[in-house]
């Protein structure tokens, strides 16, 4: 009985919380107009099954997981310098640590750079400007370096990029003038295959360090896999595909 409870409460939630209420809303719509206006009812109920299966785990999923297999983890990363790719700055105060100002995204990042950090002690390029912030991302990105503890002379902040393409440029141009020539290159799985462009594009040839996985193989589906609301990332792994064709052919 609690576990069938569980289950109803989460279906409940689903559709009470956008975007499960646009589904239903659509949904009823649908039901009214079903009579009077059958082509507008239609339209209503493809809508709203769009909307459905556009944000479930399992469309999320099947986006996200071409992206993260385009590159592995290595095993053994060899390289003269790391390269952390921000993704993401929420600003607002640091009362308790210099965490609290990056993103979930640039968050994950950065623990992983921080642990490649340990295992090689190589000096890291964070790479990330202002592009919707008054402080540009490295900044805060290297606070929280310095917390985690490493020494400020091994970071090497670069704050004018303001998307992957300029990432890549301005970090590619750091690693000639210091004497770089093999980079780590720190970003989430799904946004690797964009890296990795564009820093050929620059010049530079990377090593892929991609983290920060979404999807597995092998794991189990869950009614909350199918509820709408359950895979927001469809928007994110759409964004990478559109920047993809953009990078590539216009």
Known sequence: MIGLMFLLKKIIEAFLLPPGCMVLAL??????????????????AAFALLIWGGTTKVCSDALMRPLEKAYKVPADPKGDVIILL?????????????SERLNSGTLERADAAFNLYKRTGLPMIISGGAPFSSRPESEAAAAYMQELG?????????KASRDTGENAEFSSRLCREK????????T???H??????MFRRAGAQVVPCPVAFRTGLGEPRFVRDWLP???????????????LVFYRFL
């Open 150 to 158: 490493v020494p400020a002379a091994k970071l090497i902040p670069e």
């Open 27 to 44: 949904g009823g719509v649908a039901f009214w107009l079903r009579r009077r206006e059958r082509r507008a009812a239609l339209a209503c």
């Open 188 to 190: 989430s799985a799904y």
């Open 86 to 98: 921000c993704g993401g700055f929420r600003g607002g105060r640091a009362d308790s640590s210099a």
């Open 179 to 186: 004497g770089f020539s093999r980079p780590l290159v720190v």
């Open 229 to 243: 609301g359950s895979g927001m990332e469809s928007r994110v792994a759409l964004n990478e595909y559109l920047a």
């Open 192 to 197: 690797m295959p964009r890296a990795v462009l």
